[in-house]
């Protein structure tokens, strides 16, 4: 039992106010009035965005001062590798053997 459903409760006959009768009217024409407007993609969206740009143009800049500030060293040597990861990284020959399986399925009487 609630407060509001005791007898000897002054709010007993108090209830919650409900929602305005056209309330259902301004929001159903809210939002066709929005329905009906024209809304960009997210590529344009994003494209237009001046922070989405400015950062674009500056991760370009960077990777192309990146690329022209590394200098083209002499080619390294290529490393031979050691017993250990020989062994470890070879592959075991595949047996090119095979047992033939009958899949047919025999009629049970």
């Known amino acids: 039992m609630t407060d509001h459903e005791r007898p000897d409760s002054p709010f007993g006959k108090l209830r919650p106010p409900g929602p305005p009768d056209e309330l259902e009217a301004r929001v159903l024409a809210a939002a066709q009035l929005a329905l009906a407007q024209p809304r960009p993609d997210p590529w344009e969206r994003t494209w237009r965005s001046s922070w989405f740009r400015l950062s674009w143009a500056a991760v370009f800049l960077a990777l192309v001062v990146g ?6 060293g002499p080619p390294l040597p290529a490393s031979t590798p050691t017993v250990a990861r020989r062994e470890t990284a070879s592959i075991p020959e595949i047996a090119l053997v095979f047992v033939p399986v009958d899949l047919t399925v025999a009629s049970v009487r």
């Open 67 to 72: 690329h022209l500030a590394v200098p083209d």
